[in-house]
């Protein structure tokens, strides 16, 4: 299996800002997503479903519940006497940004050092879709290329942050790179997956510490363009890049929709998680549930619609809930009205209360809250 020569490294903190009203209390791969998963499942399970065995999971800070969600990997099958999951916290973390770079490298570098395997997948965890990496590494090696990094094609005002799009020829080579263009509307914007050989990251990472230099899309994939055979791996089928909190109440939505679940949860490729045993969800005589995803160990006795339910969840007599998130263990009072909200885990809303945001700015509830 071509897997089986590349290893993973994951990136978890690196969309932090973009999302802070999730993230005061857990990394940003760890947010929960589609009623039972993390975001981190979705990189993690790709590359376990495509056979690479050895995996570093890159960390900066506030990780505990990201270490718990993962523990020894397990749930992924990475828990084996060679290779497995490995966590890579810098030495050091003092809020500089120069300092933070050089713990991360002096974390991950002796792991890449000491690692087989001649190529690696870097990924982050913003990007909630099932593809089959080994395809990509066949393609990369195919090509020649010196590095490989995913595309899609998609409208600019779909991304928050850096927008880096792509101009590719016939062999879908990476002629260009354009980072915030303001003359375009829609392109190869870089998802944030890339194929290398170990030794060219190396070599990156040296030259960037040399010259100063800390920003990936500018320092080595626009550089690298002229140096270096950079060729583009378009992303197909579903995908959504969650970066923001709308992108998050966006892609939780769309899990709603048959297709895109039949799609995105393929039982070829199935997406792990760290199991929760629960009880069946108890539905009282007068509730009503339309279009929703319900997960295990709730109490449902109000009313639900278009809605994203954690495990746990009670959701009290009288209760109105539409186009909601409601995570892990939140309890929702009777005569509560809640519309376009997201409820963090462990919150409680007490009874007769009424929330409501709009479909492009959602209220968020943060973690632990009582309403």
Excluded: W
Aim: glycine share 6%.
């Amino acid at each position: 299996m071509a897997g089986r020569n590349m290893f993973g490294m994951l990136l978890t903190n690196f969309q932090d800002s973009f999302t802070p009203a999730l993230v005061t209390q857990r990394t940003f791969s760890s947010i929960p997503f589609g009623a039972k998963y993390r975001l981190i499942d979705f990189p993690l399970s790709n590359m376990v479903n495509s056979g690479i065995t050895k995996i570093g999971v890159v960390t900066k800070n506030n990780y505990l519940s990201l270490m718990d969600h993962i523990g020894s990997g397990k749930a992924y099958n990475l828990s084996r006497r060679r290779g497995g999951l490995s966590f890579l916290p810098p030495s050091d973390n003092t809020g500089d940004k120069y300092n933070n770079f050089v713990m991360t490298i002096d974390a991950i570098s002796n792991f890449i050092k000491n690692s087989y395997e001649d190529y690696v997948l870097i990924s982050g965890s913003m990007n909630v879709v099932n593809m089959d990496y080994q395809q990509m590494l066949n393609a990369h090696l195919k090509s020649g290329a010196d590095v490989t990094i995913c595309y899609r094609n998609m409208p600019l005002n779909k991304l928050s942050g850096e927008k880096i799009v792509f101009s590719l020829d016939s062999n879908h080579r990476v002629s260009e790179v354009l980072i915030n263009p303001r003359t375009v509307d829609s392109g190869s914007c870089m998802v944030n997956t890339a194929i290398m050989k170990k030794e060219l990251l190396l070599d990156f990472v040296s030259d960037c510490l040399s010259r100063s230099r800390f920003d990936f899309a500018r320092d080595v994939v626009q550089s690298g363009v002229k140096h270096y055979k950079v060729y583009g791996y378009e992303v197909k089928g579903y995908y959504a890049q969650v970066d923001t909190l709308q992108s998050y109440f966006e892609a939780n939505m769309d899990l709603l929709k048959p297709e895109v679940r039949a799609e995105l949860f393929d039982m070829r490729n199935p997406i792990y998680t760290k199991v929760r045993d629960d009880m069946p969800t108890k539905y009282g005589l007068n509730s009503s549930v339309k279009n929703s995803l319900i997960s295990p160990g709730c109490v449902i006795e109000g009313e639900v619609e278009n809605s994203v339910i954690f495990k746990g969840v009670h959701i009290s007599k009288g209760a109105k809930i539409s186009n909601c998130i409601i995570m892990q263990d939140c309890i929702i009072g009777a005569d509560t009205t809640l519309n376009y909200v997201i409820c963090d885990k462990d919150c409680v809303i007490t009874p007769k209360k009424m929330l409501c945001g709009i479909d492009s700015y959602p209220v968020c509830i943060s973690k632990k809250s009582i309403v």
